[in-house]
């Protein structure tokens, strides 16, 4: 089974209402919000914690479930064993997946303008040639948020380096 809630942050919550809702969070994560300097950073790391709290509660967790997260080998935190989740926010958005049937990851990213170049580097020779071919913003960053997507979920990160072709759990449709 994999559940998702999103949020849009698009302006400041009341003050009471943040801090009602920082109350609800371990004091270790509270301590990381309240160091950001934008609100949009401090509302959608929030955010993001209370979707997951929600999300886990749902399934049977506790109310304090947050406490019981730990950070893996590579940042990626989880859990325990039976579920995974993923958080992700840009721009004021933010969305949390969780599964109980396999590993998952999400991402969400602000569509903006950019040179092509900028991001080639990091790219396989064959994901070049794609998106060079026919490159459009909306092309580009629906394979990104996918290949992103797939790269939280196998909880790795920027430390895996090459990402192989993807293929959709839900449709088997291979993304390259």
């Given at each position: 089974?994999?559940?998702?809630?999103?949020?849009?942050?698009?302006?400041?919550?009341?003050?009471?209402?943040?801090?009602?809702?920082?109350?609800?969070?371990?004091?270790?994560?509270?301590?990381?919000?309240?160091?950001?300097?934008?609100?949009?950073?401090?509302?959608?790391?929030?955010?993001?914690?209370?979707?997951?709290?929600?999300?886990?509660?749902?399934?049977?967790?506790?109310?304090?479930?947050?406490?019981?997260?730990?950070?893996?080998?590579?940042?990626?935190?989880?859990?325990?064993?039976?579920?995974?989740?993923?958080?992700?926010?840009?721009?004021?958005?933010?969305?949390?997946?969780?599964?109980d049937s396999s590993n998952i990851g999400v991402d969400t990213e602000k569509i903006v303008e950019f040179d092509i170049n900028s991001v080639l580097d990091i790219l396989r020779q064959d994901e070049k040639e794609k998106l060079l071919r026919n490159f459009s913003l909306d092309i580009f960053y629906d394979f990104w948020t996918k290949k992103e997507s797939?790269?939280?979920?196998?909880?790795?990160?920027?430390?895996?380096?090459?990402?192989?072709?993807?293929?959709?759990?839900?449709?088997?449709?291979?993304?390259?």
């Amino acid at each position: 089974m994999i559940r998702y809630s999103y949020f849009r942050c698009e302006y400041p919550l009341k003050e009471n209402v943040f801090f009602n809702l920082l109350e609800k969070i371990p004091p270790s994560f509270r301590t990381k919000i309240l160091k950001f300097k934008r609100w949009e950073d401090r509302y959608t790391s929030l955010m993001g914690k209370i979707l997951l709290r929600h999300l886990l509660i749902s399934i049977g967790y506790s109310d304090d479930c947050l406490q019981k997260l730990t950070i893996g080998e590579y940042g990626k935190p989880f859990i325990d064993g039976n579920v995974d989740f993923n958080i992700s926010h840009s721009d004021g958005f933010v969305v949390c997946a969780i599964s109980d049937s396999s590993n998952i990851g999400v991402d969400t990213e602000k569509i903006v303008e950019f040179d092509i170049n900028s991001v080639l580097d990091i790219l396989r020779q064959d994901e070049k040639e794609k998106l060079l071919r026919n490159f459009s913003l909306d092309i580009f960053y629906d394979f990104w948020t996918k290949k992103e997507s797939v790269i939280k979920a196998m909880g790795r990160g920027v430390y895996f380096g090459d990402v192989g072709p993807v293929v959709s759990a839900s449709t088997g449709q291979l993304f390259r």
